[in-house]
């Protein structure tokens, strides 16, 4: 599977990658769980279509009513065509070092607000559209590909709105990251993924490591291989759902990620015994 680099990947020939840049995006057909690497971050504005991005311990889906921030690292991001077959959206990128200077510029702010809220580092954050940023996406859309300073002004623009609007939730990204061991790392990924439809190499991909170590890590932290124990809880998320939430079989195997209802119905046999419909009719 191609692993594309961005902003690298918007920009032509090879030119040094600007500490900030605009550049508008568009497809007319949907794609699916791309692997991207950002190599700074990224604001996506969508005006048209809806997205998906998955990294380590999170997954985001948005359309056109809603913004993210999204910070650098490995992840697949899939974007879904409008009804009307279309997708559009303007990419802010900007490196760390300007993010930097703004937090020296809000140290004080930020500070405070962190003294004030237990707040843990977040990968990504989720906004809703207003007036001053519906303005602020049309704004962007005269102004893409223009000079890499215009491009800074415009960045510590929003990044100033949303410190002033969304205090708490946006100095998350200013949080310190828990001190948890390399173990529990890989730990949570697995955790915050086990309901996806993720397979075994997609998961390695967001652990940052080989199939092969991947495999070689799981057995020697659960003792088991990642398909029979995944495929475990899977089954056993499944039987709660069906025997206390009393849902459709219909409606589960797609929350957990099957494509189809045969293969759920197969993966759960193999677990309990009996097909998801007679276990339900059996609790």
């Known amino acids: 599977m191609k692993e594309y680099h961005v902003p690298e990947h918007f920009i032509p020939g090879n030119r040094e990658i600007p500490s900030a840049?605009?550049?508008?995006?568009?497809?007319?057909?949907?794609?699916?769980?791309?692997r991207v690497v950002l190599k700074t971050h990224?604001?996506?504005?969508?005006?048209?279509?809806?997205?998906?991005?998955?990294?380590?311990?999170a997954t985001l889906k948005f359309d056109?009513?809603?913004?993210?921030?999204?910070?650098?690292g490995k992840c697949f991001m899939s974007e879904k065509i409008s009804d009307k077959e279309h997708y559009s959206c303007l990419l802010l990128f900007f490196d760390n070092t300007l993010l930097l200077d703004f937090?020296?510029?809000q140290k004080n702010k930020i500070h405070q607000t962190l003294k004030k809220q237990k707040l843990f580092q977040k990968e990504i954050l989720l906004f809703k559209n207003d007036d001053f940023t519906n303005a602020y996406i049309q704004s962007l859309k005269y102004i893409t590909n223009k000079?890499?300073?215009?491009?800074?002004?415009?960045?510590?623009?929003?990044?100033l709105y949303l410190i002033e609007t969304y205090p708490i939730e946006f100095c998350s990204l200013f949080a310190e990251?828990?001190?948890?061991?390399?173990?529990t790392i890989f730990k949570n990924i697995i955790v915050s993924h086990i309901d996806s439809n993720l397979s075994i190499s997609e998961l390695a991909y967001l652990c940052n490591v080989s199939l092969s170590t991947f495999k070689r890590k799981f057995a020697e932290i659960y003792h088991d291989t990642?398909?029979?124990?995944?495929?475990?809880k899977r089954m056993e998320h499944a039987a709660f759902?069906?025997?206390?939430?009393k849902e459709r079989v219909s409606d589960i195997y797609l929350r957990l990620g099957y494509e189809n209802h045969s293969s759920f119905s197969q993966s759960f046999k193999s677990v309990f015994g009996v097909s998801p419909k007679v276990y339900q009719l059996q609790n």
Do not use: D
């Open 21 to 34: 840049c605009i550049i508008p995006h568009q497809i007319n057909k949907s794609t699916t769980k791309n």
């Open 42 to 57: 990224m604001f996506s504005f969508l005006t048209e279509g809806s997205k998906e991005i998955v990294m380590g311990n």
């Open 64 to 72: 056109e009513n809603e913004f993210a921030l999204i910070t650098a």
């Open 103 to 105: 937090f020296e510029s």
């Open 147 to 159: 000079s890499e300073e215009l491009a800074k002004v415009k960045t510590r623009e929003i990044l």
């Open 177 to 183: 990251h828990p001190q948890t061991s390399q173990e």
């Open 226 to 232: 990642p398909t029979n124990w995944i495929r475990q």
């Open 241 to 245: 759902l069906l025997k206390y939430n």
